[in-house]
């Protein structure tokens, strides 16, 4: 592979005149300018790309922050957002936190050594530092889903309370007062989830029903998390009328668990999900839940981003309301 010391030993001149070249600088004389490109076409000289973007403080990669890659929102959204950057010439990388602000930390070490342009955040652990990074590195952040006062210019989000709302309402009409809350976050804790969880909050204060713990259950994620807060419910005989749950997973974990004991779902218990995740029509009881628009959300961070970084493109804003798919569940 040939070097820039080749070229400027082929050419005559020094290595700097040929940096400058390289680099377009007008401070290079037009007789050394020829004999740097006739070196050059001598010796077929292919610039290096990363060497390129190092120049211009680029890397061209972005880092897609999320706390799980093993939940089915995180991945799909992740996939549209690589699409969508691929396009730009830009290379997308998923980082995990796993809930962990230590590991949050180290990935903005990242971005601060340059290792990426610039972040999506899809998860957020502690934000009152990630404020403060918006505050000296806000033209290389978008917050995805992810809200923090006073950061709203740099956050694409949709509204989780309205949603949640409409979800408990709807089984309440339809099934009865009694509904287990479900929630990835801890219930009492102003963190992940904090609008989705102030929603059952108002929604109970509303209609005057008092606010029991024991239908509450915090940090479940996946399908066997479903299967044991429904197998805790069929041990103290407490089945309730309905039981809302913040992922298609957890509420798929939860039917299979009733079903395998007999309950029938939703005759004796109605199930609701919430992401409408690609599996949530094609399971044994095709599942009711609260369609996330995560192409749309996809599409209006990249854009956000690529504005942020100067980087023409065509991007339109999209719609991001979310929705209520009824199906069999519920």
């Given at each position: 592979?040939?070097?820039?010391?080749?070229?400027?030993q082929?050419?005559?001149v020094?290595?700097t005149?040929?940096?400058r070249?390289?680099n377009?600088s007008?401070?290079i004389?037009?007789?050394a300018?020829?004999k740097?490109?006739?070196a050059?076409?001598e010796?077929?000289?292919?610039?290096s790309?990363s060497?390129?973007y190092?120049?211009k403080q680029?890397?061209?990669?972005?880092?897609?922050?999320?706390?799980?890659i093993?939940?089915?929102?995180?991945s799909?959204l992740?996939?549209?957002?690589?699409?969508?950057?691929n396009?730009f010439?830009?290379e997308?990388?998923?980082?995990?936190?796993?809930d962990?602000p230590i590991?949050e930390?180290?990935?903005i070490?990242?971005l601060?050594n340059?290792?990426?342009?610039?972040?999506l955040?899809?998860s957020?652990?502690?934000?009152?530092?990630?404020?403060?990074v918006?505050?000296?590195?806000?033209?290389k952040?978008v917050?995805?889903?992810?809200?923090i006062n006073g950061c709203?210019?740099d956050?694409?989000?949709?509204?989780?309370y309205t949603?949640?709302?409409?979800?408990?309402e709807?089984?309440?009409?339809n099934?009865?007062?009694?509904i287990?809350?479900?929630?990835?976050?801890n219930?009492?804790?102003?963190k992940h989830?904090?609008q989705?969880?102030k929603?059952y909050r108002?929604?109970?204060q509303k209609?005057q029903y008092e606010?029991n713990?024991?239908m509450?259950?915090?940090?479940?994620h996946?399908i066997?998390?479903g299967?044991?807060?429904?197998q805790?419910?069929?041990?103290?005989?407490?089945?309730?009328?309905?039981i809302f749950t913040?992922?298609?997973?957890?509420?798929?974990?939860?039917i299979?668990e009733?079903?395998?004991?007999?309950i029938?779902?939703?005759?004796?218990?109605?199930?609701?999900g919430f992401?409408?995740?690609?599996l949530?029509s094609?399971v044994?009881v095709?599942l009711?839940t609260i369609?996330q628009p995560i192409?749309a959300?996809?599409?209006?961070a990249?854009r956000?981003?690529?504005?942020k970084?100067?980087?023409?493109?065509s991007?339109t804003k999209e719609?991001l309301?979310l929705s209520?798919?009824?199906?069999?569940?519920?």
């Open positions: 592979m040939t070097t820039i010391k080749e070229i400027a082929r050419a005559g020094g290595t005149t040929v940096s070249y390289l377009q007008p401070h004389s037009e007789q300018k020829q740097v490109e006739k050059i076409n010796l077929d000289y292919v610039p790309a060497a390129k190092l120049r680029e890397t061209k990669q972005i880092g897609v922050v999320v706390s799980r093993t939940n089915p929102y995180f799909s992740f996939n549209k957002i690589e699409r969508i950057l396009q010439g830009y997308a990388s998923i980082m995990q936190t796993y962990n590991a930390r180290k990935i070490d990242k601060k340059q290792t990426f342009d610039a972040l955040m899809a957020i652990e502690d934000k009152d530092y990630i404020k403060s918006l505050q000296e590195n806000g033209n952040i917050l995805v889903n992810e809200t709203e210019k956050s694409v989000s949709v509204d989780q949603p949640v709302v409409s979800g408990l709807y089984l309440n009409k099934y009865g007062s009694e287990v809350y479900i929630t990835g976050s219930f009492f804790e102003n989830g904090n989705r969880n929603a108002e929604f109970l209609h606010l713990q024991n509450i259950f915090s940090n479940a996946n066997a998390d299967k044991e807060i429904a805790k419910l069929l041990v103290n005989s407490s089945l309730p009328n309905a913040n992922s298609d997973e957890v509420a798929i974990g939860v299979a009733l079903k395998s004991k007999g029938q779902v939703p005759e004796e218990v109605a199930v609701m992401d409408d995740q690609p949530a094609y044994q095709p009711t369609q192409n959300l996809a599409n209006n990249c956000l981003l690529l504005n970084l100067q980087v023409s493109n991007l719609n309301q209520l798919i009824i199906r069999q569940s519920a």
